[in-house]
């Protein structure tokens, strides 16, 4: 009996030592794991860049070149006259040569590499032109008589407006190609020779004068080359440098014959031109 009650307490005792350590742990609340501390994000600066905007170059532009124009041409004029009660005929053939020329442009950059220009070149050259005349006799009824002379010192002037069409192409830092384009306005003078028969008196020789006649005439052609310009130095706003172009201008221009008179071919204004000069740019 004695041992039943023994082993009856141990067992109470052991009972009692299992629940109250059950209670112990699930009594006990678990610990929080420690955590890093959230730190507000951080603005990160992006790095500076060199250069806010790629540098395009100046905006506007002003260039002045002096140059030379090429081109060889010639025109005959005809014309008929009265003298002695019989027509006399005359002709002319005119020479047109090459000479120095004028020329500026300003101009801007309207959008990127795409630039649009106003340009005025001036050329003038004064030629010679020789005249044959077949003058009526004045006793021989249809015996001419046939005398030349040369008519010196004939004036030739193109003053042409060009609208020029530019794609500026830089290269490294101080050299530019410009490619050029555009209609050209051309407004030509030129001085024609002929005889008259005021100019004729016998007897030889019979032709004592020559009479000169103004003309004037404009025609629509068009201008297409290049530019290319090399910067020197920069002072303040304004950059400086120097360039050379080449182009090529053409017109048709049907000059008006002096009063009895008629020019067999139109006269081809412009023609290869090509110099250097100054570039300032703004």
């Keep these: 009996m ?15 030592f299992v629940v109250g350590t059950a209670l112990q742990v699930n009594g006990q609340t678990p610990e929080a794991n420690p955590q890093a501390p959230v730190m507000p994000p951080q603005t990160q600066t992006p790095p500076a860049s060199s250069q806010a905007q790629t540098d395009e170059g100046y905006g506007i532009f002003f260039n002045v070149n002096f ?12 014309a008929t006259f009265t003298k002695y009660n019989e027509t006399g005929a005359v002709g002319t053939s005119h020479a047109v040569g090459g000479g120095g ?5 300003v101009g801007a950059r309207v959008w990127r590499n795409v630039a649009v220009g106003i340009g005025y070149s001036s050329f003038k050259d004064d030629d010679d032109a020789g005249i044959i005349a077949q003058v009526p006799h004045p006793l021989l009824f249809g015996s001419p008589r046939t005398e030349s002379i040369t008519a010196s010192g004939l004036e030739h002037t193109e003053n042409v407006v060009h609208l020029q069409f530019m794609w ?10 410009a490619l050029i384009a555009g209609p050209s306005f051309f407004t030509v003078r030129q001085d024609l020779a002929t005889v008259r028969a005021a100019d004729i008196q016998d007897p030889a020789p019979l032709i004592r004068s020559i009479t000169i006649t103004e003309v004037k005439e404009s025609a629509v052609g068009f201008n297409i080359g290049a530019d290319g310009s090399y910067l020197i130095r920069r002072i303040r706003r ?3 440098g120097v360039g050379l172009f080449a182009r090529y201008v053409g017109a048709s221009i049907e000059l008006p014959g002096a009063a009895g008179a008629t020019i067999d071919d139109n006269l081809k204004g412009g023609g290869f031109q090509g110099g250097g000069g100054l570039r300032l740019g703004f």
């Design 238 to 240: 304004v950059a400086i």
């Design 67 to 78: 140059a030379g124009q090429a081109r060889e041409q010639s025109f005959n004029e005809a």
């Design 101 to 105: 020329l004028f020329d500026l442009t």
């Design 168 to 177: 500026l192409i830089p290269y490294r830092e101080k050299f530019q190609l």
């Design 2 to 16: 004695d041992t039943l009650m023994r082993t009856l307490k141990l067992l109470s005792l052991a009972v009692l």
